[in-house]
Each structure stands twice: as structure tokens, then as C-alpha cells.
T-cell receptor, first 115, second 111 residues
Framework: EAGVAQSPRYKIIEKRQSVAFWCNPISGHATLYWYQQILGQGPKLLIQFQNNGVVDDSQLPKDRFSAERLKGVDSTLKIQPAKLEDSAVYLC?????????????FGQGTRLTVV | GEDVEQSLFLSVREGDSSVINCTYTDSSSTYLYWYKQEPGAGLQLLTYIFSNMDMKQDQRLTVLLNKKDKHLSLRIADTQTGDSAIYFCAEMDTGGFKTIFGAGTRLFVKA
């Protein structure tokens, strides 16, 4: 079974630039999550999709961050404009709630450095 | 709101047992997890426990859950140098399957 795929693995941008990350979840997983993991901290949920609808985006800084999941499969997370404090690893995860399997599967993440 | 707390560091000798502790606040959590993260890698699920269980054993791993105190622990028997990593405690809420993570415990294993 293929895992959660994310790209790019690394990205370095200057502050005020824009950046986009892509995630392809495990086939058939209805729920998709984007987490932000700042160095030395645990992952923080930014947004959760159920199919192509948003379930929770309470911690997404909506003035600069946006995410979409067209057709309920792949997802993109965008930051525009980026700030220095956005430097972090952005993790995508997917799961299948309701099947009795409580596990969320994580991708390897995209490491963003804003300079 | 929900919160998960862990101690930041633990150092053990190879062959000893490691015990990593965690406290959480959401009494309605359905599942509690332990994830492992090695440098440059994503999160790997080690084990999880359903909230109506007290203990779960999986090879070298033992998870203990004290629901009254909202305390979760992970015991690694015969700790090896390959166990050196960051271990995250996490809880899943009952509603939207949102998973809340602690800040992670960095385990150092000395040879």
C-alpha cells in the first residue's frame, strides 16, 4: 500500500514570497489533515478535510494560509505571503474514520525555511 | 481546551527500560497514541490504546492508561540505540477524529 505522498521535501523562500505544498493521501482515505510542526514542538493541526469539505480550520491563519482539497483526493496548502515564523515542517496525514481503524498515516513532510 | 503534556528529555542506558509519561486533559478522548519520529522522518505510529483499556502490550512496548488521572505511559523494554528518537503522545477526540499532540519526549539511549 502506497503511503501519504508530499512534495516538495524541502523549500527555502524569502519572507513575503508565496509557497504551495502538495499532498496525495492514501487511496480511499476520506479524511486529510495538514499539520504544522515547528522545531522542538509537537505537530499542530492546521486544517482537517472530510472528503472535500472542511471539518476544522480553527487554527489556520486564514489571512495568509489557504488549503483546498478538490475532488476529495489531493490537497494543496498555500502560504501567501510567508513570514519568518512560518518556518516549520508541514505534515500531511490521512485516515479512514468510521472503519474502526483509528490510525492517521503521515507523510514525510515538507520542510519550509523562510529567510 | 485540549492539551497534552510530556517531559522533554529522557536518557537511559542501552538494555534498560525506558518509561515516557504523558498527561492529557480531554476526558472524552477515544484513542491515545504513541508516535515515534526519527530525524528527518515523518511520524510513525508505535501503538495506541482505546480509552476503555488499562494496558496494552506489544512486543517490547507496554502502554498503561490511568483514565482517572488522565495519565498515559509508554514503557520500552530492553531499550536499544535504535530507539533513540522523539516520542509523541497524542489523543484523538470523540467528534472529528482530530488528533492533539504533545511536544514530544526526546529519548537518548547511551551505549
Amino acid at each position: 500500500e502506497a503511503g501519504v505522498a508530499q512534495s516538495p521535501r524541502y523549500k527555502i523562500i524569502e519572507k513575503r514570497q508565496s509557497v504551495a505544498f502538495w499532498c496525495n493521501p492514501i487511496s480511499g482515505h476520506a479524511t486529510l489533515y495538514w499539520y504544522q510542526q515547528i522545531l522542538g514542538q509537537g505537530p499542530k493541526l492546521l486544517i482537517q478535510f472530510q472528503n472535500n469539505g472542511v471539518v476544522d480550520d480553527s487554527q489556520l491563519p486564514k489571512d495568509r494560509f489557504s488549503a483546498e482539497r478538490l475532488k476529495g483526493v489531493d490537497s494543496t496548502l498555500k502560504i501567501q505571503p510567508a513570514k519568518l515564523e512560518d518556518s516549520a515542517v508541514y505534515l500531511c496525514a490521512s485516515s479512514t474514520p468510521g472503519t474502526g481503524e483509528p490510525e492517521a498515516f503521515f507523510g514525510q513532510g515538507t520542510r519550509l525555511t523562510v529567510v | 481546551g485540549e492539551d497534552v503534556e510530556q517531559s522533554l528529555f529522557l536518557s537511559v542506558r542501552e538494555g534498560d527500560s525506558s518509561v515516557i509519561n504523558c498527561t492529557y486533559t480531554d476526558s472524552s478522548s477515544t484513542y491515545l497514541y504513541w508516535y515515534k519520529q526519527e530525524p528527518g522522518a515523518g511520524l510513525q505510529l508505535l501503538t495506541y490504546i482505546f480509552s476503555n483499556m488499562d494496558m496494552k502490550q506489544d512486543q517490547r512496548l507496554t502502554v498503561l492508561l490511568n483514565k482517572k488521572d488522565k495519565h498515559l505511559s509508554l514503557r520500552i523494554a530492553d531499550t536499544q540505540t535504535g530507539d533513540s528518537a522523539i516520542y509523541f503522545c497524542a489523543e484523538m477526540d470523540t467528534g472529528g477524529f482530530k488528533t492533539i499532540f504533545g511536544a514530544g519526549t526526546r529519548l537518548f539511549v547511551k551505549a
